[in-house]
């Protein structure tokens, strides 16, 4: 089975705090997402990966960063935390079909930013 | 741009009931759709997804049809039981994810 992990289930940070949100996949997939969820917003891509080291901005890539060092391992930084930022964090990763993509996501961070 | 929405929200249904949830979409060219089902505290897991060279396609206890002149997709469950309680989503193609809806079953 596909196993997608985050580094925690709940974070809670400060405004101005630098957070890093860690995501691993076990399936060895070329793509790897993340998404931020809101209430009556859904599922919104932040940042995406087509391989190693190559990262690009999804729809609200604003106060974030990525950083994909290793295939299985996709990171998001959120350097200056803000409050608007407090939301469900979700990492996805998928093979490298150009246009039948099946993602599977990891169970999600809840971020809190105070 | 692609936009994917979903019709309502909420959804609630009688155990054992069909239900049916349905999706818009705004992009014409769309080829390739997914129904995601999302569980309380999990990620969304993959359910079924459909090409545009189709009309419907059939899983376990699972349909989904797709009608392209009206730009529209629906879900449908049938026999629902008390594990189909869930949030609902559509996806197109372009990584967009309709907002939603929350099917809960009522025992």
């Known amino acids: 089975d596909v196993k997608v992990t985050q580094s925690s289930r709940y974070l809670v940070k400060r405004t101005g705090e630098k957070v890093f949100l860690e995501c691993v996949q076990d399936m060895d997939h070329e793509n790897m997402f993340w998404y931020r969820q809101d209430p009556g917003l859904g599922l919104r891509l932040i940042y995406f990966?087509?391989?190693?080291?190559?990262?690009e901005k999804g729809d609200i890539p604003e106060g974030y960063s990525v950083s994909r060092e290793k295939k299985e391992r996709f990171s998001l930084i959120l350097e200056s935390a803000s409050t608007n930022q407090t939301s469900m964090y979700l990492c996805?990763?998928?093979?490298?079909?150009?246009?039948?993509?099946?993602?599977?996501f990891g169970p999600g961070t809840r971020l809190t930013v105070l | 741009g692609e936009s994917v929405g979903l019709h309502l929200p909420t959804l609630s249904v009688q155990e054992g009931d069909n239900s049916i949830i349905n999706c818009a979409y705004s992009n014409s060219a769309s080829d390739y759709f997914i129904w995601y089902k999302q569980e309380s505290g999990k990620g969304p897991q993959f359910i079924i997804d459909i090409r545009s060279n189709m009309d419907k396609r059939q899983g376990q206890r699972v349909t989904v049809l797709l009608n392209k002149t009206v730009k529209h997709l629906s879900l449908q469950i049938a026999a629902t039981q008390p594990g189909d309680s869930a949030v609902y989503f559509c996806?197109?193609?372009?990584?967009?994810f309709g907002t939603g809806t929350r099917l809960t079953i009522i025992p």
């Open positions: 996806a197109g193609e372009k990584l967009t």
């Open positions: 990966s087509y391989d190693v080291k190559m990262k």
């Open positions: 996805a990763s998928s093979p490298p079909q150009a246009s039948y993509n099946e993602q599977f």
